[in-house]
């Protein structure tokens, strides 16, 4: 059971890493997959509006007129000259073959050039196709202040001027508007009368199934640019499916489905998609006019609800997307690696832990490993929430962006109200005739409309724009008088009318009046309850009405300005009534006007920033404007904010866009605003999503980097903790087990090591007192000792074959007798030193030392004639070395023979063991004989010459008997031969 937790541990320890990586690639993966799903739903959702958005051509015709004369009014001086050096027929040379090129039905631009400087040059330049135009536009003259024709009886190009017609034949197209415009002269002329004095902007002449679209451009009386198109080919339906046709989107489909066409119509997309065409057309036919959302052959179909206005439905095929392949490639081959190397892992553990089998795994490395792998284990577990971290991230990111643009946006609008309010104020502010007459330098003497000027002049002046669309000036005893701002002569003009709003309200101001001073005159035959029943429908204010009553209400608004507002869809006006003082008392009331308060937008804060621009929107739809920038540069800067701000324009709604591209987001946002009748978009440039999980992963390897970095340390560090003492213990260890018996190890551990230490250190003491005393024992001792128990060594006694050794110094009484004693011992010292070099070389054993006499055994089973030069070799070497260390001669004898070997002492005393028996004795005498002789030698018996060496030769002595030994022995002295001996 033990076994099997163990092995459910590792199981789940080793193959976490694989896992968890495993599982962090599919949450990157889906998020992926989510975040292009989102993008590609928005630029779908961008293209169905466009599409929906689309307008009949026509009104793109008129609106790039516009632009045209968006450029030519921008300076009047800058007009004037370029009439005079011909830079404005180069322009319009530039311009309007562009225009006439890009729209796809018959279109005719006359540009009538009349200049102030010689008005009797006339200029007309045709473009396009040959509709007839020239027949009115030739005809056209100068015109007086008071005369609204423009279209006289004479052609003028008859007399003089010059007519450029780049005009191209038509026969078909100039056929039908020839025939059409013969039997429509007389309206044709009215309606270019018309739109000459402004009062319109375009006329649409049907009649007979064609249609004919008629527009005139007035551009400081100096450049008249008439416009005739025959639009009754093209219609809305065909400009949708134009843009849809066009093949800018090839990732995803868009289609629509028109009532006046049988089959729906599919973008280049489909094509090469059939299954999915045939099976959405069958689809198509079963809906009915709600919006659908459903999926068909791998795709993601959207289906807009129908429009009544435009006669059809919208509808959409995403695609279902799919991971990159080639990023899939790689995290398999990561997931793999680490796989094989968990594989692996667990094989090695499983054998080594369960089955007990393997290599042996080094505590040096396994533990440093484990701790390593401990600390990066929560690296690998917490794999999985990274891609929470990251999205977080993004997500929080995109929000500050969102926040940031939205706080930015509406800053703009406060800023625009705050200045608007700054506006009525200013003009709150004149509120006396006095103030009035200061500011202006006029003497007020009954002369209203002289003021007016005057004041308005003075307040454009001062403040560089022209603040206030007209003011009018209202007394109980004088005529309505006013001024208005004439925008083609950039000028303030006296007018004899009032308009709708303040006659509106005149009436009621005069009541007013009447009622401060007191007069009670009845004006025409209104009573004091018809104004309260006025008051309370025109200013809907029955909750005062009903708390303070008519009249407290009435003494309120005597003494207070009265802010009215009319907005229509792209027009804000307010107008402001003032009550005015004179000598300091209630005299008159000024209506103050601000309409399309362009004035008071926050142009300071306004940018074209490509990382954060913030723009504003005004004009109708057929001529829109981005305020304080060129159009052209923010098309070509900002094609996005563009898009939706002129989307949110003309819908008058707010529009949020977000793009996802490569390296960068782009989060877009557009709405009308709340105090004028611009509207404000901007846009916030973010990081795409891979670039910034990138870019954070970069930010962050350092602090993972340290962290893995950290834990490898404290790995390392815990490793060694248990590590040290261990390697210190073996050292230790293997020290002892090579004779090094001082080997101690530290004891500063603060747990078991330290007990592990100090019982190892009391060992290595025991071992080393047991080493010292070594010495004092002989090898054949230790060897019955490690073989044997005490009680049984005394009874080990056999027969062994020996080779004994005897060695004594020659003259040793005598040196004993003249020398000190430790002359004596230091002899001694050198002959034992001698005898364990030659043990050391040759073998044998130092049985026991008697005096200045050393026994040495070489014991063996059966006689060895190598064994016996072996103890020839030895006697020599102690020979030599005594003589060359001390200058002494020793005497040696040898023999060998059957003895018997056991271990003397009894079983608490000290052990030794030795031989004992005749070959002993026989050597102790031979040794004697040899110490007779004053220069020494090696007196062998007969038994040793079987093994006696080439070098050396044996001379047998004259003698057949020695003492203690009753039967005759042979002894031989042993000498080296001479080389020359030897070579012979």
């Known amino acids: 059971m033990r076994k099997v937790f163990l092995l459910l541990m590792m199981i789940l320890t080793i193959f976490l890493p694989p896992v968890s990586v495993y ?302 392949t080639q990023e899939k490639k790689s995290q398999h081959l990561l997931i793999v690696t680490l796989f094989l190397f968990s594989c692996m892992a667990f094989k090695i ?196 009405l009903k708390i303070l009553g008519s009249e407290s209400f009435y003494r309120f608004r005597q003494n207070s300005s009265i802010l009215l507002g009319l907005n229509t869809k792209f027009k804000k006006s307010v107008a402001v009534a003032n009550p005015v003082s004179f000598r300091g008392k209630p005299f008159a009331y000024t209506v103050w006007n601000v309409t399309d308060n362009r004035h008071s937008i926050a142009a300071h804060l306004l940018t074209l920033d490509p990382l954060a621009p913030r723009l504003a929107f005004e004009g109708t739809e057929h001529k829109v404007a981005c305020y304080h920038f060129d159009r052209e540069q923010v098309v070509a800067s900002q094609p996005e904010l563009f898009r939706i701000g002129l989307l949110a324009h003309l819908s008058r709604t707010r529009i949020n866009s977000r793009i996802e591209q490569q390296q960068n987001t782009i989060i877009s946002e557009a709405f009308p605003s709340n105090y004028s009748h611009f509207t404000i978009t901007g846009s916030e440039i973010l990081k795409s999503y891979q670039l910034f999980c990138r870019e954070l992963a970069a930010r962050n390897i350092l602090n993972l980097s340290a962290i893995l970095l950290t834990g490898l340390i404290l790995a390392f560090a815990g490793a060694l903790y248990f590590t040290a003492p261990l390697r210190e213990l073996t050292r230790a260890a293997y020290g002892i087990a090579g004779g090094d018996f001082s080997c101690r190890i530290t004891r500063n551990h603060p747990d078991e090591f330290a007990a592990i230490g100090n019982a190892f250190n009391r060992m290595a003491t025991g071992l080393d007192e047991g080493q010292r005393l070594k010495s004092f024992v002989s090898d054949s001792v230790r060897r019955e000792v490690a073989s044997a128990d005490e009680s049984e060594i005394s009874e080990r006694a056999c ?69 016996s030069g072996l103890a020839i070799n030895f006697a020599d070497s102690i020979s030599a070395l005594m003589k060359k260390n001390t200058g002494k001669a020793v005497g040696i004898g040898v023999n060998t023979g059957t003895t018997v070997a056991g271990v003397m002492g009894a079983v608490n005393a000290r052990l030794s063991r030795t031989v004992v028996g005749d070959p002993v004795n026989l050597a102790a005498r031979l040794a004697s004989l040899a110490t007779q002789r004053p220069e020494g030698g090696i007196v062998a018996s007969q038994q040793i010459l079987a093994g006696l060496p080439e070098s050396f030769k044996a001379d047998k002595l004259p003698i057949n008997k020695v003492k203690g030994k009753t039967q005759a022995v042979e002894a031989y002295l042993l000498q080296k031969t001479d080389v020359s001996e030897q070579i012979s």
């Not at 609800?305 to 991971?323: Q, S």
């Not at 009484?813 to 030193?833: M, N, S």
Request: aromatic fraction near 8%; charge should be negative; hydrophobic fraction near 40%.
């Open 23 to 324: 599982m962090a690639f599919k949450s990157a993966e889906n998020l992926q997959l989510n975040e292009n799903r989102n993008a590609l739903f928005a630029r779908v959702s961008s293209q169905l509006q466009q599409l929906d958005r689309s307008m009949d051509p026509s009104e793109l015709l008129i609106r790039e007129i516009t632009r045209i004369r968006e450029i030519l009014t921008a300076s009047p001086a800058l007009l004037e000259k370029s009439i005079a050096d011909g830079s404005l027929e180069r322009l319009l040379n530039e311009k309007i073959p562009r225009v006439v090129s890009e729209i796809e039905f018959p279109v005719q631009i006359d540009c009538l050039i009349r200049p102030l400087h010689d008005p009797a040059n006339y200029k007309l330049i045709s473009y396009g196709d040959n509709l007839g135009l020239s027949l009115f536009s030739r005809k056209a003259i100068e015109v007086s202040a008071n005369d609204i024709s423009i279209i006289g009886t004479i052609d003028r190009f008859k007399e003089q001027g010059q007519h450029i017609d780049f005009a191209r034949f038509n026969s078909s197209a100039t056929q039908r508007t020839g025939m059409m415009i013969q039997k429509l002269q007389p309206l044709m002329t009215n309606c270019i009368n018309e739109l000459y004095a402004g009062n319109i902007n375009k006329f649409v002449l049907r009649d007979n199934g064609m249609c004919l679209l008629l527009s005139l451009e007035n551009i400081r009386k100096q450049l008249l640019i008439f416009i005739l198109a025959e639009t009754n080919d093209m219609t809305l339906h065909k400009a949708i499916m134009q843009k849809m046709r066009a093949p800018e989107q090839t990732d995803f489909g868009v289609g629509t489905v028109l009532d006046n066409l049988e089959n729906p119509v599919f973008s280049e997309y489909f094509a090469g998609h059939p299954e999915l065409k045939k099976q959405l057309s069958r689809r198509l036919g079963l809906s009915n006019e709600n919006p659908v959302h459903l999926k068909l052959a791998d795709h993601e179909i959207i289906i807009n609800a129908h429009d009544k206005r435009k006669g059809g439905r919208l509808f959409a095929a995403i695609p279902n997307l799919k991971a990159n």
């Open 799 to 867: 027969t062994r074959q020996a080779t004994i050794i005897f060695s004594a110094i020659c003259g040793f009484a005598e040196f004993q007798k003249t020398h000190k004693a430790g002359e004596v011992f230091e002899l001694l010292q050198q002959h034992l030193q001698a005898a364990d070099l030659a043990v050391r070389e040759f073998g044998g054993e130092i049985d026991k030392m008697i005096e200045d006499k050393i026994m040495i055994v070489f014991e063996h089973d059966e006689p060895s004639p190598e064994i």
């Open 349 to 544: 553990l499983v054998e080594k832990i369960i089955f007990d089998r393997g290599p042996d795994l080094s505590i040096k490395v396994l533990l440093p490993a484990t701790f390593l792998f401990l600390v990066i284990q929560p690296v690998f577990a917490a794999a999985s929430l990274f891609v929470d971290f990251f999205d977080s991230s993004y997500a929080n990111e995109k929000s500050r962006a969102s926040e940031k643009l939205t706080s930015d946006l509406r800053n703009i609008d406060l800023a625009t109200r705050d200045k608007f309010r700054n506006i009525l104020n200013l003009a709150r502010g004149y509120d006396s005739i006095e103030k009035i007459s200061a500011f202006s330098s006029t003497e007020y003497k009954d002369n209203e409309y002289e003021l007016c000027l005057a004041l308005l002049n003075n307040v454009k002046k001062e403040h560089g724009v022209e603040l206030f669309s007209s003011l009018w000036f209202s007394t109980s005893d004088r005529p309505f008088a006013g001024a208005i701002w004439n925008p083609r002569d950039r000028i303030y003009e006296q007018v004899k009318f009032d308009d709708p709003v303040t006659q509106y309200f005149h009436q009621r101001f005069l009541e007013i009046l009447d009622e401060t001073l007191e007069h009670r005159t009845v004006r025409n035959h209104e009573s004091s309850r018809k104004l309260d029943k006025e008051i309370k429908s025109e200013f809907s204010r029955d909750f005062f």
